[in-house]
């Protein structure tokens, strides 16, 4: 099989598998307060990701690229979303663009339809010091993210077995860039462990790609004849991890992803600590169906919803939404009190 070909599979996975809807977040609940004192007019949405600012708190996560028509009109159609509704965005992984560069043009048409916009670059973490440098300069991205998929890796029949020296080939990264790196998961969510590891590499941007929405170890298995089921349901929850990070980071900023699909998602994630929220497959869905007018139309309602739940919230800023006051309930509770977190 191609690559081009497993990249248009992947696409199609993510569409029909959909999405479990097991990140957690059921199991957080806002306080309601009666006493906002606000309107909805002041509040804004804008927040800080590290030394990046960012005008919504949402933003479209790494999915397509590289060879191929079809690749390239997703990439150009979520770049124009992300330039109407002022959202950054991730491209999916450039390896394949940095070793044949008839790959890159699905990658540089982001930057062409947005050439103001925040842009993230994307490579694994087999990645060199200078292969991240093309990176960047490929899209003359705002901040490089380098994805984690161990699991999606070994459930690949053609995929990586060997994942030494990855932690520190990231710190050679992060020492080797100007701009920002940001680490992140893709749906089997980061422990604290992972999180003080990366932090210790001088990461400052985190993502924690919790399970719970697109799912790569079943997308994979369903390509695949020996079926490594045991990583179906393999991964820590969006709305845990977050919790986990939020308890031993010191500087990272974090990004809450993993089956995103609502403002209440968005909203609780960052309560519970992250400063955006990242959407990748239930964007890819709405725009896959309703082009990219229809993902500008949900971008819309997202960002009304979120202002609408802030203003309840009497939270005129993402920065006071993340000290709101939450109740956590269930098997989330459990698991927080387990790993002994607040
Ligand atoms: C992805 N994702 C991804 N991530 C990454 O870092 N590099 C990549 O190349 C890709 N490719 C990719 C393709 C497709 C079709 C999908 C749906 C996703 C992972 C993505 O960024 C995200 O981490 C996960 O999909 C979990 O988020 P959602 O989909 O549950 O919102």
Redo the contacts with the bound molecule.
């Keep these: 099989m191609t690559r081009a070909q497993r990249?248009i599979d992947?696409?199609q996975y993510?569409l029909s598998t959909g999405?479990s809807r097991a990140h957690g977040f059921q199991e957080v609940s806002f306080v309601h307060q009666s006493l906002p004192d606000l309107a909805c007019d002041d509040v804004s949405l804008t927040t800080s990701l590290g030394e990046l600012t960012l005008s919504s708190p949402i933003f479209i996560?790494?999915?397509?690229?590289g060879g191929g028509k079809e690749t390239e009109r997703i990439n150009e159609g979520l770049a124009l979303a992300a330039k109407e509704c002022g959202l950054a965005m991730?491209?999916?992984?450039q390896m394949a663009a940095l070793r044949d560069s008839e790959e890159a043009r699905s990658y540089e048409i982001v930057r062409r339809a947005n050439p103001d916009g925040i842009v993230f670059a994307?490579l694994?973490s087999e990645a060199t010091v200078d292969q991240a440098k093309r990176a960047v300069a490929m899209l003359e991205a705002n901040a490089l993210?380098i994805?984690l998929?161990v699991i999606q890796e070994l459930t690949m029949p053609e995929g990586d077995r060997d994942f030494t020296g990855a932690l520190f080939r990231i710190e050679q990264i992060v020492r080797g860039l100007e701009v920002p790196v940001i680490v992140?998961?893709?749906?089997f969510g980061m422990s604290r462990e992972t999180v003080a590891q990366l932090e210790g590499a001088g990461v400052s941007i985190i993502?924690v790609?919790g399970y719970?929405?697109?799912n790569?170890a079943d997308i994979e298995n369903e390509r695949r004849q020996r079926v490594l089921s045991y990583f179906n349901e393999w991964g820590i929850p969006t709305a845990v991890s977050i919790a986990e990070a939020a308890s031993i980071r010191r500087r990272a900023a974090l990004i809450a992803?993993?089956?995103?699909?609502t403002a209440l998602e968005a909203a609780k994630a960052l309560a519970l600590g992250a400063s955006a929220a990242?959407?990748?497959?239930?964007?890819?869905k709405h725009f896959m169906e309703r082009g990219t007018e229809g993902l500008i139309a949900e971008i819309h309602l997202l960002h009304e919803d979120l202002t609408w739940i802030m203003t309840a919230l009497g939270a005129a800023r993402v920065e006071e939404l993340q000290q709101m006051p939450l109740v956590i309930s269930g098997t989330m509770h459990h698991w927080l009190a387990e790993r002994g977190i607040e």
């Design positions: 990249k992947h696409v993510a999405q996560n790494a999915m397509t690229g991730a491209v999916g992984s994307n694994g993210q994805h998929n992140k998961e893709v749906g993502d790609g719970g929405g697109t790569f992803s993993g089956g995103m699909q990242a959407f990748a497959g239930s964007f890819l």
